[in-house]
């Protein structure tokens, strides 16, 4: 079978996201399977002679959807966070018109692959597609996530980012549903630094955006504060050593298509603290301490439980090692192999 594979996400600001994780594991593996030639493509113009089309991104408010109504295509949707929360991510004129030409054109795609039950249960009810064309398939961690035995290595990692023996972690981006300012007050009143580590941590332009308030905000009370530390985009390799060096790992998100951290974090044996709703049990299982993200006082006792209850870390360490066996890249692959068969 021959695939049209769109790896436009790692062109972009994507590339050091979620989405651009996601496509470049995905077209990693896909590439290995001997029953597929995979084909990449940025521009809808190059795809040549394939049987099915895969573009692994959807974007609500921006016309990213180029269908050839003459080849099977399947396209990711990996949420529909600004649907849920309207105010917190307004689209604007411009957006509110490519939304009406996006959720046109995603009725005509022959499959839909997003992330979770969760997701597939809002895709259904806010864009009316058919639940029996949409495919829940788990993302994976990426490999180089483990737990690291080398001292001198952990020792160096630690040097490099000044960071003290016991600290929580948190990793994404600075948008409103990762509730980065519950989480800063939560570790303010459990007494802990905290670091923050994402790109979108650098930057301080456009904070007069509506999506970026609540960073604006966390910026303005917390970017001085002794306990709050952002570090920016740091290389996966230095990722592995700094989730291996956590104390905690969180993640009280209002809301996620899947949340790739948890499975990060259980992989390199530190415990993970994230929330009660969303896809966020679907995705920790039982190796999770779960927390109301709407309550930083919720969040901040269950960083004080994993610090100062030691067969709790424990069992959580245990636990986040047997649910992340679970999931594989090869497992997605293979998944995502299934429904281009279906559709073929």
């Known amino acids: 079978m021959k695939v049209g594979f769109d790896v436009s996400p790692l062109k972009t600001g994507h ?114 597609i058919d639940p029996s064309k949409i495919f829940v398939i788990f993302l994976a961690q990426g490999e180089n996530f483990k737990v690291l035995n080398d001292k001198s290595l952990l020792n160096k990692i630690k040097q490099k980012y000044n960071l003290p023996d016991i600290f929580a972690l948190f990793t994404g981006n600075v948008n409103w549903n990762k ?18 580590v994402g790109k979108s941590f650098e930057s301080k332009d456009n904070l007069n955006h509506p999506e970026l308030k609540s960073y604006s905000e966390f910026l303005e009370n917390y ?66 301490l779960y927390v109301d993200p709407y309550d930083h006082q919720s969040i901040k006792e269950a960083i004080l439980k994993i610090l100062s209850d030691n067969s709790l870390k424990a069992r959580l360490i245990k636990d986040g090692f047997s649910n992340v066996r679970k999931f594989s890249w090869k497992n997605t692959a293979l998944k995502t192999i299934e429904v281009y068969e279906s559709i073929t």
């Open 223 to 288: 970017s001085n504060h002794p306990k709050i530390h952002t570090l920016g985009y740091v290389s996966d390799e230095d990722l592995v050593g700094i989730y291996n060096l956590a104390s905690v790992t969180l993640l009280p998100s209002f809301y996620e298509g899947f949340g790739i951290t948890i499975l990060e974090s259980q992989a390199c044996g530190t415990p993970v603290i994230t929330s009660n709703i969303s896809s966020m049990p679907e995705v920790g299982g039982n190796g999770c």
């Open 179 to 196: 509730n980065i300012l519950n989480t800063a007050k939560a570790c303010i009143d459990a007494g802990t630094a905290v670091y923050f």
């Open 15 to 128: 590339k050091t996201r979620g989405i651009g994780s996601y496509t470049s594991n995905l077209f990693k593996h896909l590439k290995l399977s001997p029953s597929l030639e995979v084909q990449e493509f940025t521009n809808s113009n190059e795809i040549k002679n394939v049987d099915v089309i895969h573009i692994p991104y959807f974007d609500l408010f921006f016309n990213t959807l180029k269908i050839n109504k003459n080849i099977p295509t399947v396209v990711t949707i990996h949420d529909v966070t600004p649907l849920l929360f309207p105010e917190n991510y307004p689209p604007g004129i411009k957006g509110k018109i490519n939304y009406w030409f996006q959720k046109k054109a995603i009725k005509q795609v022959d499959a839909i692959i997003t992330d979770s039950e969760n997701s597939k249960k809002d895709i259904q009810k806010f864009l009316g």
